[in-house]
């Protein structure tokens, strides 16, 4: 039985009690009038009235009990929704001697109840509701935690959201938050006359970006799939077939490490603009984060953390070389050579692979000594062309790529670039990224041939990105956890339920 503890056992023979007395515990077909927030917005105007109530006004309204107090023959309580909490105030007059004795045996704190009445204050100045009818929606079974010290275990507030949010109403804005983040980058993309799209969530191939996939065996095929780590190549088919302006809002999947920044699934938008530059795509993600702190009412200075993310000038830009030597202190002579590069990470205490090429060395001195130190909002462009293998080259350099990230507090936010056409050079890159999978890396892109013949068909020039949702939420919401903005993130399994904390 899963319900057996004591407390659970005794709000169980409630349940049973309140059934012989003719209440079904869990009843339907209960309306309200109004939120605990349009009650208190409709009636204010008691406050200014002698007596200060309305007897002649009625209301519904329904909400978990958090708090009660019987005091005799009435009662005090305050009930939640989604919106607030209300005060109640009921007493054996108001709802009957016989009902109030059973209330007060039967119905708890955790309760839903549904209370009709009218709008007064009390002598503390508070506007409440005077219960005239009570009646229980549904019976909870399992205690809340205790309230003064709440629900604090993160663990145990990860794995029970639904818990979390009945004990922690800060949690129920930041998705309301959320929620509003992506409704109004949809409505940013659509105004523009961009096509929201939905591309296949399971790949023949794994490929999209440098991940390792998660596998899955369709059964009556009799062929492995690929939950997607990317969108990108389906996309840049539909740019192929004809469609100019895309965008998909959707889930991502990459079988890699749980960490602050780092879900094994994760929301991404993914959108791909034809004959546009990723010099426009940079505009466009800038005006996009001028909409998002209007719409969500923030100021041009926001705090995160310990630090202050400041958008009131323009995004700064650099390039990827430059930052090593600017912002990362690399002296400019040692970003020359492989061997510079590996003598000096050596002489720092850094181990770095000797083989590894020019630029992914470069990539190992941004991780080390950049991107923590990118606070305001910084474009970083023209990345090297190995570590970007879907990306254009610059015309006047091929060992560049026409490629910028966004790194805002530290961390990156969006991946965006001239997206390669030339079907023979997307060819022998995807050639180059197998022999680096059979030299061992796991996260180098498969061939992809049908989509090599998709260019072969013709891709107009298109410069694309991609936008992690769950961080930008993060960053928008003072969260400084990527679980804190995922209503149910992934989690290690518990080996022994019985050993789980419920901090009750």
């Not at 009818?133 to 079974?141: D, H, M, R, W, Y």
């Not at 591309?199 to 440098?210: D, E, L, Q, R, S």
């Not at 990317?230 to 960490?259: C, M, Q, S, W």
Request: proline share 5%; aromatic share 10%; glycine share 6%.
């Amino acid at each position: 039985m899963i319900f057996d503890n004591q407390y659970e056992k005794q709000r169980i023979e409630k349940a049973e009690a309140l059934r012989e007395l003719g209440k079904n515990p869990y009843t339907h077909n209960i309306k309200k009038d109004s939120t605990t927030e349009e009650f208190k917005k409709c009636y204010e105007y008691v406050r200014d009235s002698d007596p200060m109530r309305d007897e002649n006004k009625e209301n519904t309204v329904i909400g978990r009990i958090k708090f009660l107090r019987h005091m005799g023959k009435a009662a005090f309580a305050k009930i939640e929704d989604e919106r607030g909490l209300l005060q109640i105030y009921f007493s054996k007059q108001s709802i009957g001697e016989d009902w109030f004795n059973s209330v007060k045996k039967l119905i708890e704190v955790g309760d839903i109840i549904s209370v009709t009445g009218f709008p007064f204050v009390t002598k503390t100045g508070e506007l409440s509701l005077n219960v005239k009818k009570l009646e229980l929606a549904t019976k909870s079974i399992t205690p809340l935690p205790e309230k003064f010290h709440g629900l604090t275990d993160k663990e145990l507030r990860y794995r029970k959201r639904y818990l979390d949010m009945i004990m922690n109403p800060k949690v129920k804005e930041t998705f309301k938050i959320r929620s509003k983040i992506v409704s109004t980058i949809r409505h940013f993309f659509e105004e523009r006359s961009f096509l929201e799209v939905e591309t296949p969530m399971m790949h023949p191939i794994a490929g999209g970006a440098n991940a390792k996939p998660f596998v899955t065996h369709h059964n009556a095929l009799g062929i492995d799939r690929y939950l997607r780590i990317a969108p990108e190549l389906y996309l840049k088919r539909l740019v192929v077939g004809g469609f100019e302006a895309v965008f998909e809002i959707n889930r991502n999947f990459r079988n890699e490490g749980i960490d602050l920044t780092h879900n094994p699934e994760f929301t991404m938008i993914e959108f791909y603009w034809a004959y546009h530059t990723y010099h426009d795509l940079m505009d466009l993600t800038e005006e996009m984060f001028t909409v998002l702190l209007k719409k969500l009412k923030l100021p041009a200075k926001i705090p995160y953390g310990e630090i202050e993310i400041d958008f009131s000038e323009k995004f700064q830009k650099i390039s990827y070389k430059d930052s090593l030597i600017e912002i990362g202190g690399v002296p400019a002579e040692v970003v020359e050579t492989k061997e510079g590069i590996l003598a000096y990470l050596k002489s720092r205490g850094e181990e770095a692979n000797a083989k590894l090429s020019l630029g992914k060395l470069y990539e190992e001195l941004f991780d080390l000594y950049v991107e923590a130190k990118l606070i305001n909002p910084t474009f970083i462009i023209d990345y090297p062309i190995e570590i970007s293998p879907l990306a254009r080259r610059k015309d006047d350099n091929p060992d560049i790529a026409e490629r910028f990230e966004l790194f805002m507090a530290g961390r990156e936010i969006a991946n965006g670039f001239n997206e390669l056409n030339d079907p023979i050079d997307q060819y022998n890159r995807f050639k180059s990224q197998l022999d680096a999978k059979d030299a061992g890396d796991d996260e180098a892109h498969e061939m992809d041939e049908d989509y090599v013949r998709a260019l072969g068909y013709g891709l107009p020039p298109t410069a694309g990105q991609g936008l992690g949702i769950d961080r930008l939420t993060m960053l928008l919401t003072n969260e400084q956890s990527i679980r804190d903005v995922i209503l149910f993130p992934a989690m290690k399994p518990i080996n022994d339920n019985n050993n789980e904390k419920e901090n009750n």
